[in-house]
């Protein structure tokens, strides 16, 4: 499990960027619960296709106040207990063998210090987690409609 530590060292990182993202961007489109992740269902971060899920859900898994939408704060929580799930040797770094449907490309863009495993830092800044490709209107808020049009532009990829 990712120490306190890490966790506060990677928010204060993120939260100095415009806005930030983890590896898995596609998590939004076919997000289930982060046990599911890891166990593999949600393959489609790194590559593999899988069916997107309904924006309700994908609402349900990451809104903790209850509002109907995702601020940053639930976003960057939500991909951290992935991250979690993820690093099944609880070294704090997640190494390809440990991502399910993993796609070469995106780790090795994602492993900035090229050292072939992801930091949390990594993991949460990952082009493909990316909050502002979601967060369409920039209110720092993702909506489900933002979610659909998301879900939409990267079927187009």
Do not use: C
């Not at 997107?52 to 809104?63: L, Q, S, V």
């Amino acid at each position: 499990m990712i120490h306190d530590f890490e966790v506060t060292r990677a928010k204060a990182r993120v939260s100095g960027m415009h806005a930030f993202m983890a590896i898995l961007v596609y998590l939004l489109s076919v997000a289930g619960s982060a046990q599911s992740f890891a166990q593999g269902e949600k393959g489609a971060a790194w590559g593999a296709t899988i069916k997107p899920r309904e924006p309700a859900a994908i609402i349900k898994m990451f809104d903790s106040n209850g509002d109907g939408q995702i601020d940053q704060t639930e976003y960057l929580l939500q991909i951290v207990r992935v991250f979690s799930d993820l690093d099944r040797n609880r070294d704090d770094y997640l190494t390809p063998n440990e991502i399910p449907g993993l796609d070469a490309q995106k780790f090795a863009k994602a492993d900035k210090d090229k050292d072939k495993k992801l930091s949390p830092y990594e993991f949460v800044t990952a082009d493909s987690l990316k909050f502002e490709a979601i967060d369409l209107n920039g209110d720092g808020r993702i909506t489900a409609t933002e979610i659909v049009e998301h879900q939409k532009s990267l079927q187009g990829r």
